[in-house]
T-cell receptor, first 120, second 109 residues
Framework: GAVVSQHPSRVICKSGTSVKIECRSLDFQATTMFWYRQFPKQSLMLMAT?????????EQGVEKDKFLINHASLTLSTLTVTSAHPEDSSFYICSARGGGLAETIGETQYFGPGTRLLVL | GQNIDQPTEMTATEGAIVQINCTYQ??????LFWYQQHAGEAPTFLSY??LDGLEEKGRFSSFLSRSKGYSYLLLKELQMKDSASYLC??????????WGAGTKLIIKP
């Protein structure tokens, strides 16, 4: 249970193009989804939190116009990196959390496998 | 401010036992999580503690003391595949996860 998928797993694009990454919770309803970025040998960095049907909350320093997040349903969130540049190359990981009571599965974030983005 | 401390790196021998400590100072507490992250992969959930005491799950156990702001992850019968980073994360009063920097565990034969 609590499986999260992410697509694509790897993408290479040219500078200036936009890239969309999908995150799906396969067997539970994710009221909240999170987008992280991780550079090599560094910690996870939370970029934004999104609740189904509402606007995402971005962390300080993350440009909301550059990293567009849509959480249109309880099982799908998308992250679009607009006008990507080489410095956006990173490992992007989504996680999903189900709603409900403070049980383990309800409060636990389950991670997708990640998307490795390389911008040339 | 909010802070999670865990050792940067630890080394242990295959078949042995290792304990990874985590201390925290957060605005409120709604549970502590341990995740495992292999190099180049996303984190996977290991354990969740919200009450004091020891939670055992196979070769892995996690302990919590809320009064001391302290947790540890205990790995028994270490296997080479246990070489990974282990992330400690605390959920604060706003149900936001505060992440530690992770402990890189190196297992030697």
């Amino acid at each position: 249970g609590a499986v999260v998928s992410q697509h694509p797993s790897r993408v290479i694009c040219k500078s200036g193009t936009s890239v969309k990454i999908e995150c799906r919770s396969l067997d539970f309803q994710a009221t909240t989804m999170f987008w992280y970025r991780q550079f090599p040998k560094q910690s996870l960095m939370l970029m934004a939190t999104s609740n189904e049907g509402s606007k995402a909350t971005y962390e300080q320093g993350v440009e909301k116009d550059k990293f567009l997040i849509n959480h249109a349903s309880l099982t799908l969130s998308t992250l679009t990196v607009t006008s990507a540049h080489p410095e956006d190359s990173s490992f992007y990981i989504c996680s999903a959390r189900g709603g409900g009571l403070a049980e383990t599965i309800g409060e636990t974030q389950y991670f997708g496998p990640g998307t490795r983005l390389l911008v040339l | 401010g909010q802070n999670i401390d865990q050792p940067t790196e630890m080394t242990a021998t295959e078949g042995a036992i290792v304990q990874i400590n985590c201390t925290y100072q957060t605005s409120g507490f709604n549970g502590l999580f341990w995740y495992q992250q292999h190099a180049g992969e996303a984190p996977t959930f290991l354990s969740y503690n919200v009450l004091d005491g020891l939670e055992e799950k196979g070769r892995f156990s996690s302990f919590l003391s809320r009064s001391k702001g302290y947790s540890y992850l205990l790995l028994k019968e270490l296997q080479m595949k246990d070489s990974a980073s282990y992330l400690c994360a605390v959920m604060d009063s706003n149900y936001q996860l505060i992440w530690g920097a992770g402990t890189k565990l190196i297992i030697k034969p």
